[in-house]
């Protein structure tokens, strides 16, 4: 996971850099990389500002809940790949919004139920 720094901070650095230390002697003495100094200049060139930018909420949603449900409603019997391959999207991402809607796998398909009838129907 990032670290994020304090605009503070970054300030901090920054004012050593213009001081005449050198980015990579900054970077070594405050413990961070160089690439890192030099995002913190390009950003405060096109903002103005040291403070972090602020990110989105990750929205990218393909198909909405109701046209997954719907699609599991009329077809039953399906498997996460085949709904994946409808949706045009990974196997993990049908995974994960199922089990964010509390759709569990089914535990006794029909498929089973069926052969354990034939089985019990073998034996006695």
Sequence with gaps: MPKYYSADF?????????????????????????????????LEKETGSLERK?????????????????YINNNNDTILEDIANHFSVAIETIRKRLMKL????????ALRRAGRRKARSIQG
Excluded: C
Excluded at 16 to 42: H, P, Y
Excluded at 54 to 70: G, I, M, T, V
Excluded at 102 to 107: D, G, P, Q, V
């Design 10 to 42: 970054r300030r901090v650095v920054l004012d050593k850099i213009d001081a005449g230390m050198s980015q990579v002697d900054a970077a070594t003495f405050f413990g961070i990389t160089t690439q890192t100094i030099q995002n913190w200049i390009k």
């Design 102 to 109: 509390n759709i569990t796998r089914k535990k006794n398909h």
């Design 54 to 70: 602020e990110r989105k909420p990750y929205a990218s949603k393909r198909f909405s809940d109701k046209a997954l449900l719907d």
